[in-house]
């Protein structure tokens, strides 16, 4: 293993590759080559091929109940990549429930926010993560979008501006909120964000240098 991840450390993808296979091959029991090379074949090529490779590997190892969080990880990436949504979702809740990792939760709502009738879970999902980190814009633009699907339009339009407001030179934010308004036929708060896009496209001033002695 020492010898895998100094290869991978140096580039050398191939030899770490090799000699993780080794590892595999010696003692199919062994859990934690399997993880290394699953990690390894997700990370440096996004086919279905390595996808599938890794759940090959990643379910033999979770045969038994894995205590690690890492497996869960990857296993439920190769799923997602593969389509395989709902399978998905449900590894990564098995790895949440050992470790509680915002990134990984944050990216499983996404995930449910694309199955049929899961959005009000994919909510619950990014509520958890934006109370851990409420200064973290990922969770609220997420939950903007997944409010308004869910008819929550004064929580998303909460969200929305709670992204321009703390982004005040992000033309970008504004003119999100400009479309959230527009869909709503809100023409005048529209063309108020629209305003505040213009405003933040627009160069600072520079200072004028004080003459000496003012």
């Known amino acids: 293993m020492a010898v895998a991840r100094a290869a ?3 580039g050398d993808l191939r030899s ?19 993880v290394d090379l699953a990690d390894l074949l997700l990370a440096s090529d996004r086919g279905a091929g390595a996808s599938n490779a890794s759940v090959r590997l990643l379910e033999g190892a979770a045969s038994t109940p894995s205590q690690n969080p890492r497996l869960y ?34 990216a499983r709502a996404a995930l449910l926010r694309e199955l049929p009738g899961r959005l009000d879970e994919a909510i619950a999902e990014a509520e ?3 109370a851990a980190r409420p200064r973290d814009p990922a969770p609220r ?7 308004e699907a869910a008819g929550r339009r004064a929580e998303a339009e909460a969200e929305l501006r709670w992204l321009a407001e703390t982004s005040p030179s992000s033309a970008a934010a504004f003119r999100r909120l ?5 869909r709503a036929n809100e023409e005048a708060r529209a063309a108020e964000a629209e305003r505040a896009a213009r405003a933040a496209e627009r160069p600072a001033r ?3 240098a004080l003459k000496p002695g003012a």
């Open 141 to 147: 633009s997420l939950l903007a979008e997944a409010y």
């Open 206 to 208: 520079p200072l004028r």
């Open 16 to 34: 770490a590759r090799d000699w993780l296979a080794f590892a595999v091959e010696s003692d199919p029991a062994w859990e934690l080559p399997r």
């Open 8 to 10: 991978r450390a140096s």
């Open 178 to 182: 400009a479309r959230f308004y527009a």
């Open 128 to 130: 958890r993560v934006r």
């Open 73 to 106: 990880r990857l296993l439920g990436e190769a799923r997602a990549r593969l389509g395989q949504l709902s399978d998905a979702a449900a590894i990564w809740a098995r790895g949440l429930a050992l470790v509680d990792d915002p990134s990984l939760r944050l």
